[in-house]
């Protein structure tokens, strides 16, 4: 087990605006995931594991150049993810690495990232566990911009129809398993 606010205390403590908009943001995730998954016991979902990685999801956010959030690093947002993976990997957690690298939008395929030229490594990071879904589910219903508010199943498919319908379509499949109570 893992004391995640103390890994990002360890990272982020010279940044204090930066990791109370981490904390806030993690929080809310690991909060909307935990609740789908004490929904759903019949999926015997590691819960200590789901609250640790949707807390460190976005550790990488410290190296980009994202200044709304307070993020002055020199890197590209869109690599926050695989940034943060490799930080999670050299701390010795290689499943919460996972999540971290396969959390952005529903997932960037290989055709994806070639296609948008993006600067990633050529290769799929979609995700592909229940516990990577959920937390990438969770993550799409909260901003780091407005740390206070949850947005809707609609609104969250507006945001992700600007990266095509196939986002849009894998959030609505997410969204009738996550929150079908009844399965």
Not at 53 to 76: K, N, S, V, Y
Not at 137 to 162: H, M
Request: hydrophobic residues 40%.
């Amino acid at each position: 087990m893992v004391n995640p606010e103390k890994l990002i205390d360890r990272y982020y403590a010279r940044e204090p605006e930066l990791e109370r908009i981490l904390l806030l943001h993690s929080q809310a995730v690991a909060r909307k995931a935990l609740d789908i998954a004490i929904v759903h016991p019949e999926w015997q979902i590691d819960c200590a594991f789901l609250r640790e990685a949707a807390m460190l999801h976005d550790i990488g956010i410290i190296f980009t150049d994202a200044p709304g959030i307070a993020c002055h690093g020199t890197e590209p947002y869109i690599r926050h993810g695989i940034l943060g993976a490799e930080l999670l990997r050299g701390e010795g957690l290689p499943r919460h690495a996972r999540v971290a690298e396969r959390h952005t939008g529903t997932g960037l395929t290989r055709q994806a990232i070639e296609a948008q030229h993006l600067p990633l490594p050529d290769r799929d990071f979609t995700p592909e566990t229940l516990e990577e879904k959920l937390i990438c589910y969770a993550d799409k219903f909260f901003s780091k911009t407005r740390l206070n508010e949850e947005k809707t199943p609609e609104q969250v498919e507006r945001s992700l129809a600007r990266f095509g319908q196939e986002s849009v379509e894998i959030f609505r499949q997410w969204n009738r398993i996550f929150e079908d109570k009844a399965l």
